[in-house]
């Protein structure tokens, strides 16, 4: 088992920034890589980023490029999101996740949330105008 603890989220103006943390516990061993999703009111589950825990590769989701970046710290089992730019649309709860398994990386596998073993409680961020 794996258990993570999202961090970080709060109310901010548009523009701002904001650095969310998700510290990972147990068997951490077990995950391969670990992500960031998003869901708002009424919306789906949104894939934002993933990183593996072993070389450091990431990947985006093309609505968060070159605005959020994902990173890690091995050394304390933490993931990272920093979020620049922030916008009312970026008003969410947001997960962290794990997956255990790993597989192919391509965006058409590692964006889908069913591929995720382990999730957080979740952070709400929320951006004013």
């Known amino acids: 088992q794996v258990q993570l603890v999202e961090s970080g989220g709060g109310l901010v103006q548009a523009g701002d920034s904001l650095r969310l943390s998700c510290a990972a516990s147990g068997r951490t061993a077990s995950s391969n890589r670990m992500a960031w999703f998003r869901q708002a009111p009424g919306k789906d589950r949104e894939f934002l980023a993933v990183i593996r825990w072993s070389g450091g590769s990431a990947a985006y989701a093309d609505s968060v490029k070159g605005r959020f970046t994902i990173s890690k710290d091995n050394a304390n089992n933490t993931v990272f999101l920093q979020m620049n730019s922030l916008t009312p649309e970026d008003t969410a709860i947001y997960y962290c996740?794990?997956?255990?398994?790993?597989?192919?990386?391509?965006?058409?596998?590692?964006?889908?949330?069913?591929?995720?073993?382990?999730w957080g409680q979740g952070t709400q961020v929320t951006v004013s105008s």
């Open positions: 996740a794990a997956d255990a398994d790993g597989g192919p990386w391509r965006n058409s596998y590692y964006s889908r949330s069913q591929r995720y073993d382990y």
